[in-house]
Each structure stands twice: as C-alpha cells, then as structure tokens.
C-alpha cells in the first residue's frame, strides 16, 4: 500500500525555519517524482517543489526560489523541505505527492494528509 505521511509542520515567527518530511512507503523515493504542494486557506492548491533524485533534477516555484531546499534521503525513504526565511504568506497546509513522470508537470498520483505551516508576523 502506498502511503506519504508529512510532519514537521507548526507555528513560527516570520524569518524563522522549518523543515517538513514526507515519509514514503509502499514504493522507493528514488524512482519517482516527489513533490511539495501547499494549499492556504480560501485558496487553490500550488506546487512549491519536487524532485527527481534519480536524475537530480530539482525545481522549486518563484515564490519559494531561494528560500526552500528540497532533498531526498534514499535510505530513510523520506523527502524533506526545508523552508527558511518564512513569511506570513507561507502559511498554508503542506502536502507531499508522489508524482508522475516529470518534475515539474507530472501527473499526481498519491497524496499524503498534510501538516500545517503557520507563520505569524
């Protein structure tokens, strides 16, 4: 069975840093697409990152370029997200996806529960 739990999500003051897991199991990291998508509230869904460890492609959406580092770590089965520099409209629920081919642009294929980042002024 495929599944992708997050943690690492909670409150922190602008400027501060938190880095998210995803926890995958039921298939490797490594041989797909892994991506970060956050949805606010009122707001549609967007990605934030993902990564093709297996190419080592990575990809990060402008609002986040600079700030947000994506990694895998192969042997824990487990993709992170480090976010620093964080801002108030960073505040949203984070998931984690196992994608299709392509990073960006692939096709999502499971999800995982979230884990809430909220970032106060």
């Known amino acids: 069975e495929v599944q992708l739990v997050e943690s690492g999500g909670g409150l922190v003051q602008a400027g501060g840093s938190l880095t998210l897991s995803c926890q995958a199991s039921?298939?490797?990291?490594?041989?797909?697409?892994i991506g970060w998508f956050r949805q606010a509230p009122g707001k549609e869904r967007k990605g934030v990152s993902c990564?093709?460890?297996?190419?080592?492609?990575?990809y990060y959406e402008d609002p986040v370029k600079g700030r947000f580092t994506i990694s895998s770590d192969n042997a824990k089965n487990t993709v992170y997200l480090r976010m620093n520099s964080l801002k108030p409209e960073d505040t949203a629920v984070y998931h984690c996806?196992?994608?299709?081919?392509?990073?960006?642009?692939?096709?999502?294929?499971?999800w995982g529960q979230g884990t809430l980042v909220t970032v106060s002024s």
């Open positions: 039921g298939f490797t990291v490594d041989r797909y697409v």
């Open positions: 996806a196992r994608m299709g081919s392509y990073c960006p642009g692939g096709s999502l294929e499971f």
């Open positions: 990564i093709k460890s297996s190419d080592d492609i990575t």
